[in-house]
């Protein structure tokens, strides 16, 4: 990488570079973890590594090698907290795609709503307690700090209840 952070933009540029070098088996996981771990000591780069591996084709985020669950880890609050604004946003995605009867991109939210959801459940148990308490306080209570995110995408009920479920649904692993 170059001497400064990448852009939102450059850094999705490189995590597809990377992802396709882990899938094509060009590099170990334990590589892959590295060079996410690059990426994520930045706000921009860590969000185009999600942006780009949540979303993508790529089984990085369906598999969760561990040696990059432990970079995932390391990282700490940055890492929980954005991986909880995708799982928030994934889920209203879903309603959204559906009542517009768009079933394809209805199930790619679901996919990322998924990969969010096994994530959430590897990373600091007390980090991601407490932020996804917040989010609900928000969806479920329209109070607290994330209801400006939440007005900010300008979802309404329905959406907001698909966010409470899916915080519910990380939930159900009796780790929190």
């Known amino acids: 990488m170059t001497q400064r952070d990448p852009n939102f933009q450059e850094a999705m540029e490189i995590t597809a570079t990377w992802l ?32 780009v591996s949540l979303a993508g084709e790529s089984a990085l985020m369906d598999r969760l090698p561990e040696a990059l669950v432990a970079k995932l880890r390391e990282a700490g609050e940055g890492v929980v907290d954005l991986t909880t604004r995708n799982l928030a946003m994934s889920a ?6 559906r009542n517009n009867g768009d079933e ?4 790619a939210s679901e996919r990322v709503n998924q990969r969010c ?12 307690k407490e932020r996804l308490e917040t989010l609900l306080e928000a969806a479920s209570h329209s109070r607290g700090d994330d209801l400006s995110f939440l007005e900010r995408w300008g979802y ?7 966010i409470g479920a899916a ?4 939930a159900e692993t009796g780790r929190f």
């Open 167 to 170: 915080v519910q649904a990380v």
């Open 92 to 97: 209203a995605m879903v309603v959204h795609h």
């Open 104 to 107: 394809a991109q209805a199930i």
């Open 117 to 128: 959801t096994e994530l959430l459940r590897q990373l600091d148990s007390h980090l991601v």
């Open 20 to 51: 396709k070098q882990w899938n094509d088996e060009e590099i170990s996981d334990e590589v892959m973890a590295d060079r996410a771990a690059e990426l994520l000591a930045s706000r921009d780069g860590a969000r185009g590594f999600f942006v």
């Open 156 to 162: 309404d009920n329905e959406q907001k209840s698909a």
